[in-house]
Protein backbone atom coordinates (compact mmCIF):
# COMPACT_ATOMS: atom_id res chain seq x y z
CA UNK A 1 0.00 0.00 0.00
CA UNK A 2 1.50 3.26 -1.11
CA UNK A 3 1.89 5.96 1.75
CA UNK A 4 -0.35 8.55 0.13
CA UNK A 5 0.72 11.34 2.56
CA UNK A 6 4.30 10.97 1.82
CA UNK A 7 3.32 10.94 -1.84
CA UNK A 8 1.28 13.73 -2.06
CA UNK A 9 3.34 15.93 0.48
CA UNK A 10 4.71 18.54 -2.28
CA UNK A 11 3.92 19.16 -5.88
CA UNK A 12 7.87 18.42 -6.80
CA UNK A 13 7.02 14.84 -4.74
CA UNK A 14 3.89 14.45 -6.70
CA UNK A 15 5.87 15.30 -10.14
CA UNK A 16 8.64 12.78 -8.97
CA UNK A 17 6.38 9.97 -8.52
CA UNK A 18 4.14 10.64 -11.79
CA UNK A 19 7.68 10.65 -13.42
CA UNK A 20 8.35 7.31 -11.59
CA UNK A 21 5.56 5.83 -12.69
CA UNK A 22 6.27 7.13 -16.86
CA UNK A 23 3.75 9.73 -16.66
CA UNK A 24 5.77 12.81 -17.87
CA UNK A 25 4.25 16.30 -16.52
CA UNK A 26 3.97 19.44 -16.07
CA UNK A 27 4.02 21.53 -12.76
CA UNK A 28 1.22 22.82 -13.58
CA UNK A 29 -0.44 19.11 -13.53
CA UNK A 30 0.99 17.91 -10.54
CA UNK A 31 0.14 21.43 -8.81
CA UNK A 32 -3.75 20.79 -9.81
CA UNK A 33 -3.49 17.15 -8.72
CA UNK A 34 -1.85 18.22 -5.29
CA UNK A 35 -4.68 21.09 -5.03
CA UNK A 36 -7.45 18.40 -5.64
CA UNK A 37 -5.91 15.50 -3.17
CA UNK A 38 -5.77 18.12 0.25
CA UNK A 39 -8.69 20.37 -0.90
CA UNK A 40 -10.79 17.22 -1.69
CA UNK A 41 -12.60 18.91 -4.91
CA UNK A 42 -12.96 17.31 -8.12
CA UNK A 43 -10.59 18.54 -11.24
CA UNK A 44 -12.01 19.41 -14.65
CA UNK A 45 -9.61 18.17 -16.79
CA UNK A 46 -10.58 19.66 -20.49
CA UNK A 47 -8.29 19.80 -24.10
CA UNK A 48 -7.70 17.85 -27.06
CA UNK A 49 -8.00 14.44 -27.54
CA UNK A 50 -5.06 11.89 -27.00
CA UNK A 51 -2.88 14.72 -24.97
CA UNK A 52 -3.12 12.24 -21.33
CA UNK A 53 -6.27 13.23 -19.49
CA UNK A 54 -7.28 9.65 -18.82
CA UNK A 55 -3.97 8.09 -18.72
CA UNK A 56 -3.72 11.25 -15.67
CA UNK A 57 -6.52 9.69 -13.62
CA UNK A 58 -4.86 5.84 -14.37
CA UNK A 59 -1.60 6.79 -13.25
CA UNK A 60 -3.00 8.24 -9.77
CA UNK A 61 -4.50 5.78 -9.16
CA UNK A 62 -1.47 3.57 -9.73
CA UNK A 63 1.02 5.63 -7.76
CA UNK A 64 -1.56 6.22 -4.59
CA UNK A 65 -2.45 2.62 -4.80
CA UNK A 66 -6.18 3.56 -5.11
CA UNK A 67 -8.48 1.59 -6.87
CA UNK A 68 -10.06 3.17 -9.81
CA UNK A 69 -13.60 3.49 -10.86
CA UNK A 70 -14.29 4.57 -14.23
CA UNK A 71 -17.61 5.84 -15.75
CA UNK A 72 -17.30 6.51 -19.04
CA UNK A 73 -20.29 8.69 -20.80
CA UNK A 74 -22.43 8.69 -23.94
CA UNK A 75 -25.13 10.90 -24.76
CA UNK A 76 -28.65 9.34 -23.09
CA UNK A 77 -26.57 8.37 -20.36
CA UNK A 78 -28.71 8.56 -16.98
CA UNK A 79 -28.74 7.66 -13.48
CA UNK A 80 -29.75 3.97 -13.84
CA UNK A 81 -26.40 2.99 -15.53
CA UNK A 82 -24.37 6.11 -13.64
CA UNK A 83 -25.45 5.84 -9.95
CA UNK A 84 -28.01 2.95 -9.35
CA UNK A 85 -30.71 0.86 -10.40
CA UNK A 86 -33.05 -2.11 -8.54
CA UNK A 87 -32.37 -5.46 -8.98
CA UNK A 88 -35.95 -5.84 -11.01
CA UNK A 89 -35.82 -10.29 -11.31
CA UNK A 90 -34.77 -10.19 -7.69
CA UNK A 91 -37.67 -7.99 -6.83
CA UNK A 92 -39.47 -10.25 -9.38
CA UNK A 93 -39.04 -13.34 -7.27
CA UNK A 94 -40.13 -11.22 -4.32
CA UNK A 95 -43.25 -11.02 -5.66
CA UNK A 96 -43.83 -14.44 -6.48
CA UNK A 97 -42.55 -15.39 -2.72
CA UNK A 98 -44.77 -13.47 -1.18
CA UNK A 99 -47.91 -14.19 -3.66
CA UNK A 100 -47.22 -17.92 -2.05
CA UNK A 101 -46.99 -16.42 1.44
CA UNK A 102 -50.05 -14.34 1.43
CA UNK A 103 -51.85 -16.10 3.56
CA UNK A 104 -49.40 -16.32 5.88
CA UNK A 105 -48.62 -12.65 6.14
CA UNK A 106 -52.14 -11.81 6.53
CA UNK A 107 -53.14 -14.58 8.81
CA UNK A 108 -54.79 -13.10 12.17
CA UNK A 109 -54.94 -9.60 10.81
CA UNK A 110 -57.74 -7.82 11.83
CA UNK A 111 -59.44 -5.96 9.14
CA UNK A 112 -59.04 -4.34 6.14
CA UNK A 113 -56.43 -1.60 7.28
CA UNK A 114 -54.17 -3.77 9.80
CA UNK A 115 -53.94 -6.07 6.63
CA UNK A 116 -52.48 -3.34 4.06
CA UNK A 117 -50.40 -2.43 7.17
CA UNK A 118 -48.45 -5.57 7.05
CA UNK A 119 -48.49 -5.68 3.25
CA UNK A 120 -46.73 -2.31 3.47
CA UNK A 121 -44.32 -3.59 5.74
CA UNK A 122 -43.11 -6.43 3.20
CA UNK A 123 -43.47 -3.57 0.75
CA UNK A 124 -40.96 -1.37 2.19
CA UNK A 125 -38.02 -4.47 1.30
CA UNK A 126 -38.46 -3.91 -2.15
CA UNK A 127 -36.59 -0.47 -2.06
CA UNK A 128 -33.98 -1.90 0.40
CA UNK A 129 -30.34 -2.55 -0.04
CA UNK A 130 -30.71 -6.01 -0.15
CA UNK A 131 -32.07 -4.77 -3.87
CA UNK A 132 -29.93 -1.93 -5.14
CA UNK A 133 -27.84 -2.17 -7.72
CA UNK A 134 -24.94 0.20 -6.80
CA UNK A 135 -23.38 1.37 -10.16
CA UNK A 136 -19.60 3.33 -10.99
CA UNK A 137 -20.85 6.74 -8.92
CA UNK A 138 -22.45 4.92 -5.85
CA UNK A 139 -19.52 1.98 -5.48
CA UNK A 140 -16.97 5.29 -5.59
CA UNK A 141 -19.05 6.67 -2.60
CA UNK A 142 -18.83 3.01 -0.92
CA UNK A 143 -14.75 2.91 -1.09
CA UNK A 144 -14.08 2.57 2.34
CA UNK A 145 -10.42 3.54 1.60
CA UNK A 146 -11.06 5.64 -0.96
CA UNK A 147 -10.66 5.43 -4.85
CA UNK A 148 -9.95 7.07 -8.31
CA UNK A 149 -13.94 8.11 -9.84
CA UNK A 150 -13.17 9.00 -13.40
CA UNK A 151 -15.99 10.33 -15.47
CA UNK A 152 -14.77 10.46 -19.18
CA UNK A 153 -15.87 12.44 -21.62
CA UNK A 154 -18.68 14.01 -19.90
CA UNK A 155 -18.91 16.22 -23.34
CA UNK A 156 -20.17 13.37 -24.62
CA UNK A 157 -23.49 13.53 -21.85
CA UNK A 158 -26.58 15.59 -21.93
CA UNK A 159 -26.83 18.57 -19.83
CA UNK A 160 -29.28 16.56 -18.02
CA UNK A 161 -26.52 14.05 -16.65
CA UNK A 162 -24.41 17.10 -15.73
CA UNK A 163 -27.43 18.12 -13.06
CA UNK A 164 -27.08 14.27 -11.62
CA UNK A 165 -23.69 14.83 -11.12
CA UNK A 166 -23.55 18.13 -8.89
CA UNK A 167 -24.40 16.88 -5.80
CA UNK A 168 -21.85 14.45 -5.60
CA UNK A 169 -19.34 16.56 -6.58
CA UNK A 170 -19.75 19.31 -3.96
CA UNK A 171 -20.37 17.03 -1.34
CA UNK A 172 -19.87 14.14 -2.05
CA UNK A 173 -23.03 12.56 -1.34
CA UNK A 174 -26.01 11.15 -3.43
CA UNK A 175 -29.93 11.31 -2.86
CA UNK A 176 -31.30 7.74 -3.29
CA UNK A 177 -35.04 8.61 -2.69
CA UNK A 178 -36.29 5.48 -1.43
CA UNK A 179 -33.46 5.09 1.19
CA UNK A 180 -31.84 8.67 1.75
CA UNK A 181 -28.84 9.75 1.30
CA UNK A 182 -26.22 8.05 0.82
CA UNK A 183 -22.57 9.82 1.67
CA UNK A 184 -18.92 8.75 0.95
CA UNK A 185 -17.21 6.80 3.26
CA UNK A 186 -14.04 7.68 5.40
CA UNK A 187 -12.41 8.75 2.62
CA UNK A 188 -14.16 10.58 -0.21
CA UNK A 189 -13.29 9.78 -3.92
CA UNK A 190 -10.74 12.05 -6.44
CA UNK A 191 -12.79 12.84 -8.88
CA UNK A 192 -11.19 13.26 -12.27
CA UNK A 193 -13.65 14.71 -15.35
CA UNK A 194 -12.52 14.41 -18.65
CA UNK A 195 -13.40 16.72 -21.97
CA UNK A 196 -12.30 16.98 -25.53
CA UNK A 197 -14.50 19.99 -25.76
CA UNK A 198 -16.86 18.50 -27.97
CA UNK A 199 -19.34 21.31 -26.24
CA UNK A 200 -19.46 23.87 -23.67
CA UNK A 201 -19.54 22.50 -20.08
CA UNK A 202 -22.23 24.11 -17.54
CA UNK A 203 -21.16 26.51 -15.19
CA UNK A 204 -22.81 24.97 -12.16
CA UNK A 205 -20.18 22.13 -12.68
CA UNK A 206 -17.15 23.79 -13.68
CA UNK A 207 -17.95 25.88 -9.93
CA UNK A 208 -17.48 22.10 -8.27
CA UNK A 209 -14.16 21.59 -10.01
CA UNK A 210 -10.52 23.31 -10.25
CA UNK A 211 -9.66 23.70 -13.67
CA UNK A 212 -6.82 22.03 -15.72
CA UNK A 213 -6.24 22.32 -19.39
CA UNK A 214 -3.96 20.23 -21.09
CA UNK A 215 -2.44 21.32 -24.36
CA UNK A 216 -0.40 19.53 -26.90
CA UNK A 217 3.77 18.98 -25.72
CA UNK A 218 5.74 21.25 -26.72
CA UNK A 219 8.94 19.68 -28.02
CA UNK A 220 11.37 18.92 -25.12
CA UNK A 221 8.06 17.70 -22.93
CA UNK A 222 7.16 15.57 -25.83
CA UNK A 223 10.85 13.88 -26.06
CA UNK A 224 10.74 13.47 -22.38
CA UNK A 225 7.44 11.52 -22.78
CA UNK A 226 8.74 9.45 -25.49
CA UNK A 227 11.95 8.63 -23.38
CA UNK A 228 10.01 7.27 -20.79
CA UNK A 229 7.20 5.25 -22.64
CA UNK A 230 9.63 4.13 -25.41
CA UNK A 231 13.02 4.40 -23.67
CA UNK A 232 14.83 1.87 -26.42
CA UNK A 233 14.24 4.80 -28.99
CA UNK A 234 17.95 6.69 -29.92
CA UNK A 235 18.26 10.18 -28.92
CA UNK A 236 18.48 11.40 -32.38
CA UNK A 237 15.45 9.30 -34.14
CA UNK A 238 13.59 10.50 -30.86
CA UNK A 239 14.08 14.17 -31.84
CA UNK A 240 13.19 13.82 -35.29
CA UNK A 241 9.89 12.05 -34.76
CA UNK A 242 9.13 14.38 -32.41
CA UNK A 243 10.44 16.97 -34.27
CA UNK A 244 8.11 16.03 -37.43
CA UNK A 245 4.75 15.29 -35.15
CA UNK A 246 5.39 18.67 -34.19
CA UNK A 247 5.25 19.95 -37.69
CA UNK A 248 2.00 17.65 -38.48
CA UNK A 249 0.58 19.29 -35.49
CA UNK A 250 1.07 23.14 -37.58
CA UNK A 251 -0.64 22.05 -40.55
CA UNK A 252 -4.11 21.83 -41.69
CA UNK A 253 -5.84 18.15 -41.10
CA UNK A 254 -9.04 17.06 -39.66
CA UNK A 255 -7.30 14.90 -36.76
CA UNK A 256 -3.76 16.52 -35.62
CA UNK A 257 -1.66 13.75 -34.20
CA UNK A 258 -1.75 13.27 -30.53
CA UNK A 259 0.61 12.14 -28.17
CA UNK A 260 -0.72 8.45 -27.68
CA UNK A 261 -0.11 8.52 -31.62
CA UNK A 262 3.81 9.29 -31.04
CA UNK A 263 4.36 6.95 -28.37
CA UNK A 264 2.62 4.28 -31.14
CA UNK A 265 4.90 5.63 -34.18
CA UNK A 266 7.81 5.47 -31.73
CA UNK A 267 7.24 1.56 -31.40
CA UNK A 268 6.95 1.24 -34.81
CA UNK A 269 9.64 2.75 -35.56
CA UNK A 270 11.10 0.36 -33.48
CA UNK A 271 10.24 -3.04 -34.46
CA UNK A 272 11.14 -1.44 -38.10
CA UNK A 273 14.74 -0.79 -37.04
CA UNK A 274 14.84 2.04 -38.18
CA UNK A 275 17.43 4.38 -36.75
CA UNK A 276 16.15 7.72 -38.73
CA UNK A 277 13.54 9.20 -41.07
CA UNK A 278 13.05 9.23 -44.68
CA UNK A 279 10.12 10.23 -47.23
CA UNK A 280 9.70 6.37 -47.42
CA UNK A 281 9.60 4.88 -44.59
CA UNK A 282 7.48 8.20 -43.54
CA UNK A 283 5.22 6.86 -46.43
CA UNK A 284 5.14 3.35 -45.17
CA UNK A 285 3.73 4.49 -41.61
CA UNK A 286 2.01 7.56 -41.64
CA UNK A 287 -1.48 5.00 -41.47
CA UNK A 288 -0.16 4.81 -37.43
CA UNK A 289 -0.32 8.52 -36.89
CA UNK A 290 -2.55 10.16 -39.63
CA UNK A 291 -6.52 8.60 -38.92
CA UNK A 292 -7.88 9.88 -42.15
CA UNK A 293 -6.76 9.72 -45.65
CA UNK A 294 -7.44 13.23 -46.84
CA UNK A 295 -4.73 13.99 -44.33
CA UNK A 296 -2.25 11.24 -45.07
CA UNK A 297 -2.45 12.49 -48.80
CA UNK A 298 -2.00 16.48 -47.79
CA UNK A 299 0.79 15.07 -45.67
CA UNK A 300 2.37 13.06 -48.83
CA UNK A 301 2.90 15.74 -50.85
CA UNK A 302 5.00 17.68 -48.22
CA UNK A 303 7.12 14.29 -47.19
CA UNK A 304 10.47 15.19 -48.59
CA UNK A 305 10.62 19.13 -47.21
CA UNK A 306 8.75 18.32 -43.50
CA UNK A 307 12.12 15.19 -43.36
CA UNK A 308 14.90 17.52 -45.00
CA UNK A 309 14.02 20.27 -42.28
CA UNK A 310 13.82 17.64 -39.23
CA UNK A 311 17.42 16.44 -40.28
CA UNK A 312 19.44 19.29 -40.66
Not at 184 to 199: D, G, H, I, Q, Y
Not at 262 to 291: F, G, M, Q
Request: charged share 30%; glycine share 4%; aromatic share 8%.
Amino acid sequence: MADIESIAQSVDSLKKHFESHRYICSTQIATAVYLAYHLKKPILIEGPPGVGKTELAKTTSEMLSLPMIRLQCYEGLDESKAIYEWKYGKQLLYTQVLKEALDEVLDGAKGFTESVKRLHEFGDIFFSEEFLEPRPLLKALREEDGCVLLIDEIDKSDHEFESLLLEILSDYQISVPEIGTVKAAKEPPMVFLTSNNTREISDALKRRCLHLYIPFPDVELEQKIIQARVPEVSASLRHQLVSFIQELRGLDLKKVPAISETIDWARTLLLLHADALDPELVRSTLNVILKFQEDIENVESELHSITAKIRK
